[in-house]
């Protein structure tokens, strides 16, 4: 093996822990914001119904890219200081909010109507029918996408690397540049970039599986 | 100040009408891709469908980002060198293409078992079943699935800033790193992208409409 393999792959390494890292608090911010949509969507309120509706439309109609670029250089121009990382990840959140929220959303209008009419008809509360009828079922039907968008998710933490952050994608340019002046002069970016595709393969192909094992199980 | 907004916008228009460009070339490139390979799938040849699920799987669990700078940045190591046109529309078409191929299967398999058994037992060949029946009838069931597709490409035409080819967010942020206009340049880039995702769900929601045949499928 030759001698630029063992440090690219500890580099490499670092790399995937910033990107793991992002997905991860992405995925939380993207559930919080995604939670409130639905529940917007389920208001009586027409305003609500309305805010909740323009949100989801407004970040799914612009590329997620966009939206990062625009959180990175608006949170300067309001006063706020924050590294790329941070920009980033409320970027990459906002826009996951929208997706995640349009899948809790359709989970819960799929629960049809008679179900809450037949819990209310058994004397039980609007909260107590939310609670134990509608929320179990909307689960169910929920959990597969949710999974699928956290593919999503991982697969768009890659595009904090434009703005700057080591991530997976990040830490490979910064190898592949160095080795380029370096020794023979020979990049190896074919073996880098591929080394990254394959790692995000297993991460994403695993997260597939893992959703359509979910929706065999939790079949009613 | 005015007349900045002016020069402003149209750079940003001139960044869309590119966009556009390497969208549409790549939008047409994946349904011709996904039309081929799908209907390969729903027949069922035996190697080439092993191909082409390893195909669709490894272009759907990596980032498209990675994707393009394997294209851009590795590939002049063995010789293959694209200019960032050629590349965008290239990443565009075969990234569109894998998720296209799984629409197209899903519809060609959506299709009515019986109206292929009926036009077999009329004594049309399997081949003309497919083309006369199967077809007409899927590209119909498709045309959902397919415009979703079509329009994440359009959006993700943002990614190609990286490869430095001169579409909207490229121009957007060059203006931005230029003049400061975060608000505005960032506004008016997202507001394009917004109104041609609203023309393009619209579109497919008028020719669904058009090409409904009275009781097959779902019209809404």
Redesign the interface.
């Known amino acids: 093996m030759s001698n630029w393999v063992w440090p690219v792959t500890l580099y490499l390494g670092k790399g995937l822990l910033v990107t793991l890292w992002i997905s991860l608090l992405t995925v939380i911010l993207a559930t919080m914001l995604g939670l409130l949509i639905a529940a917007l969507s389920q208001s009586t309120l027409t305003f609500a119904r309305f805010v909740g509706r323009l949100y989801v439309?407004?970040f799914?109609?612009?590329?997620?890219?966009?939206i990062l670029?625009?959180v990175f250089?608006?949170l300067p121009?309001i006063g706020l200081r924050t590294g790329p990382l941070t920009a980033a990840i409320i970027g990459l959140g906002l826009w996951g909010g929208a997706n995640i929220g349009e899948v809790f959303r359709g989970a819960l209008d799929s629960i049809p109507h008679r179900q809450e009419q037949g819990a209310r008809a058994l004397g039980l509360s609007a909260t107590e029918a939310l609670v134990f009828v509608i929320l179990p079922q909307a689960f169910r039907r929920a959990l597969p996408p949710y999974v699928g968008q956290l593919?999503v998710l991982v697969?768009?933490s890659?595009?904090t690397?434009?703005v700057g952050v080591s991530d997976l994608?990040g830490s490979?340019?910064q190898m592949?540049e160095r080795l380029a002046y370096v020794g023979t002069g020979?990049?190896h970016?074919?073996e880098?970039?591929?080394g990254?595709?394959s790692i995000?393969?297993v991460i994403?192909?695993a997260l597939?599986g893992l959703a359509s094992m979910i929706e065999r199980r939790l079949r009613v | 100040m005015q007349n900045d907004l002016m020069k402003e916008a149209t750079e940003l228009l001139a960044g869309l009408g590119n966009s556009l460009l390497i969208s549409a070339i790549g939008i047409a490139l994946g349904i011709g891709i996904g039309l081929v390979l799908g209907a390969i799938r729903y027949a069922r040849i035996p190697i080439a469908n092993i191909a082409i699920v390893g195909f669709v799987?490894?272009f759907?669990?990596?980032?498209?980002?990675?994707?393009i700078?394997?294209l851009f940045?590795?590939?002049?190591?063995?010789g293959i060198r694209l200019t960032p046109f050629e590349t965008s529309w290239l990443a565009l078409a075969l990234w569109g293409g894998a998720y296209q191929t799984e629409v197209f299967r899903a519809a060609f398999e959506a299709v009515p078992k019986g109206e292929v058994t009926a036009a077999r037992a009329l004594g049309l060949p399997a081949f003309q079943t497919f083309l006369d029946v199967t077809l007409p009838i899927a590209l119909r069931m498709a045309i959902t699935g397919t415009t979703t597709t079509a329009i994440t490409q359009f959006?993700?035409?943002?990614?190609m800033?990286?490869v430095g080819y001169q579409e909207l967010?490229y121009v957007?942020?060059r203006i931005?790193s230029d003049t400061?206009k975060?608000?505005e340049t960032?506004g008016i880039?997202?507001l394009m992208?917004?109104l041609v995702?609203?023309i393009l769900s619209a579109l497919s929601r008028t020719f669904e409409r058009r090409l409904a045949i009275p009781g097959l499928g779902v019209v809404k």
């Open positions: 439309e407004l799914r109609g612009v590329p997620s890219l966009m670029l625009f250089f608006a121009q593919t697969q768009a890659a595009l690397s434009v994608l490979a340019r592949i020979d990049s970016a074919i880098i970039y591929l990254v595709l995000f393969f994403c192909y597939t | 799987n490894a759907r669990c990596t980032p498209l980002l990675v994707q700078f394997l940045y590795a590939l002049p190591d063995i959006r993700s035409s943002s990614f800033i990286v967010t957007a942020n931005v400061f975060v608000f960032f880039a997202c992208y917004l995702c609203s």
